[in-house]
T-cell receptor, first 112, second 112 residues
Framework: DQQVKQNSPSLSVQEGRISILNCDYTNSMFDYFLWYKKYPAEGPTFLISISSIKDKNEDGRFTVFLNKSAKHLSLHIVPSQPGDSAVYFCAASETGGFKTIFGAGTRLFVKA | DGGITQSPKYLFRKEGQNVTLSCEQNLNHDAMYWYRQDPGQGLRLIYYSQIVNDFQKGDIAEGYSVSREKKESFPLTVTSAQKNPTAFYLC???????????FGPGTRLLVL
């Protein structure tokens, strides 16, 4: 039972355009969400997070939106750059729990 | 220079052999984690440890064992009972629950 789902295995975007990566979750107890970025043969690195008390968090070119009623979050990258090409993992956790649940990842290709 | 290291980068295992993957961190993190990544799948939690001398099974602990004798170290042993060990193994650490996890570079385990 996948509690965190990233339904798009891959996404291709032109350089300079917006990249939108989506994530859905099923556990209504999740109250903290993160995005990690991963290059091949490397460990994931933290990108941005959002608490359930917010619906938007912005950090430079990266913005995460949270829609609690739809149990959906998205990562927007504007403008997209070739260096953004990587696999992006959505992750979620709940207060009091100790496990972070990761989605399967979305591979982003940014074409120059 | 703080960080989390894993060794070796590549590891080959013969049938029936136990192998141990190393994970060391100097970030003064209390919590440490082991994940397994298979193609097309997210990161699946094998074991985690909140404090020294304590660890808990994750979602796929069968065929694996860990120890946490020191705060800095959390080695993972892949035993002969793990029938499908070929995967990319990632170690991570954090200050605690719902804190950002910092990942090592990973170890790729292959079966001969």
């Amino acid at each position: 039972d996948q509690q965190v789902k990233q339904n798009s295995p891959s996404l291709s975007v032109q350089e300079g355009r917006i990249s939108i990566l989506n994530c859905d979750y099923t556990n209504s107890m999740f109250d903290y969400f993160l995005w990690y970025k991963k290059y091949p043969a490397e460990g994931p690195t933290f990108l941005i997070s959002i608490s359930s008390i917010k619906d938007k968090n912005e950090d430079g070119r990266f913005t995460v939106f949270l829609n609690k009623s739809a149990k959906h979050l998205s990562l927007h990258i504007v403008p997209s750059q070739p260096g953004d090409s990587a696999v992006y993992f959505c992750a979620a956790s709940e207060t009091g729990g100790f496990k972070t649940i990761f989605g399967a990842g979305t591979r982003l290709f940014v074409k120059a | 220079d703080g960080g989390i290291t894993q060794s070796p980068k590549y590891l080959f295992r013969k049938e029936g052999q136990n192998v141990t993957l190393s994970c060391e961190q100097n970030l003064n993190h209390d919590a440490m984690y082991w994940y397994r990544q298979d193609p097309g799948q997210g990161l699946r939690l094998i074991y985690y440890s909140q404090i020294v001398n304590d660890f808990q099974k994750g979602d796929i602990a069968e065929g694996y064992s860990v120890s946490r004798e020191k705060k800095e170290s959390f080695p993972l042993t892949v035993t002969s009972a793990q029938k499908n060990p070929t995967a990319f193994y990632l170690c991570a650490s954090s200050f605690g629950n719902q804190e950002t996890q910092y990942f090592g570079p990973g170890t790729r385990l292959l079966v001969l």
